[in-house]
Nanobody
Framework: QVQLVESGGGLVQPGGSLRLSCVASGSIFSIGAMGWYRQAPGKERELVAVIASGGNTNYADSAKGRFTISRDNAKNTVLLQMNSLKPEDTAVYYC????????????????WGQGTQVTVSS
């Protein structure tokens, strides 16, 4: 069994900051890319940021310059530091990780967390 558990969401005023955290646990042999996605009401889920196992990062245009993704491979953790938050950042944020669950399974499979709500409002 594998679990991705997010934390750190909440209500923040425009211009404020939040730090999201996601920890992967369970039967994990190896972790590939890890990332954050978000889904606002009535919209499709979209990529926010992704970080490869080697540290290369990629950001949505909306996140560039404001959000920073990082990971701690020893702790199976991915973080998303969000600064200068705007009302349009309001969404449920989901953690995603590509995992190998055993030595026998040669391919990586995507796993998702349950989501954490981020609300940016005055």
């Amino acid at each position: 069994q594998v679990q991705l558990v997010e934390s750190g969401g909440g209500l923040v005023q425009p211009g404020g900051s939040l730090r999201l955290s996601c920890v992967a646990s369970g039967s994990i042999f190896s972790i590939g890319a890890m990332g954050w996605y978000r889904q606002a009401p009535g919209k499709e889920r979209e990529l926010v940021a992704v970080i490869a196992s080697g540290g290369n990062t990629n950001y949505a245009d909306s996140a560039k310059g404001r959000f920073t993704i990082s990971r701690d491979n020893a702790k199976n953790t991915v973080l998303l530091q969000m600064n200068s938050l705007k009302p349009e950042d309001t969404a449920v944020y989901y953690c995603n990780a590509d995992l190998r669950t055993s030595f026998i399974r040669r391919t990586y499979q995507p796993y998702w967390g349950q989501g954490t709500q981020v609300t940016v409002s005055s």
